[in-house]
């Protein structure tokens, strides 16, 4: 018998709250409560837009429309085929985060942002989030950056974030956008300007 609607979405929330995508954890050097999001840990393919939107929606907002906050948005090791949901899942994410919660954003630090998500959000960012949230953004291309913004001792990152920082130091042009941080492109990226190309690739 075909799962009810119901309960295809309690599992989504299941899952979710199993692979901790998101939590809230530690604060900022303003005080401001920490929203943590996993993005490697997104399970992309196993969970709908309105499933997400729901988990969202009773677990993580609540908590959201009380304080300021910030968000860590922890991009380390996204690849379009696992872990990352698509261009208009992302715009529906952001649709439907309430006024309440977002007048309380403070900033969104996005460690390790690809050449490619660089790239994209410079051009069509500030078109797709027309809340603010685009002038809150803030590019974190090491983890020993990120505590110039985030008390360290009050936020867990997974031991693959610090990973990713020791192959920086192996491959510097990372940090300035020269190098694509794609795990299957290892020399000079071909970069590609065309809308067309934006609505179709990972912007890893």
């Known amino acids: 018998m075909p799962l009810s609607t119901g309960s295809i979405m309690n599992q989504e929330q299941q899952l979710l709250d199993k692979l901790k995508v998101f939590k809230i954890q530690g604060r900022d050097k303003r005080g401001h409560i920490i929203l943590r999001i996993l993005a490697k840990f997104f399970p992309a393919r196993d969970v709908s837009v309105d499933g997400v939107n729901k988990y969202l929606e009773e677990k993580i907002f609540p908590e959201l429309e009380k304080r300021s906050f910030s968000v860590l948005y922890v991009h380390t090791d996204v690849e379009k085929s696992l872990n990352f949901p698509g261009i208009s899942a992302l715009r529906s994410f952001h649709d439907a985060i309430p006024a309440s919660v977002i007048k309380n954003l403070h900033a969104v630090y996005f460690l390790h942002p690809g050449l490619q ?88």
């Open 117 to 204: 998500s660089r790239l994209f959000l410079a051009t069509f960012g500030r078109f797709m989030f027309t809340s603010g949230l685009y002038g809150k953004l803030r590019y974190v291309s090491r983890v020993d950056y990120l505590w110039d913004h985030v008390r360290r001792n009050e936020i867990d990152l997974p031991e693959f974030v610090y990973d990713h920082d020791e192959d920086l130091e192996y491959r510097p042009m990372m940090d300035y956008g020269l190098e694509s941080d794609h795990p299957r492109v290892y020399g000079a990226p071909s970069v590609d300007y065309s809308p067309s190309t934006y609505s179709t690739r990972c912007i890893s």
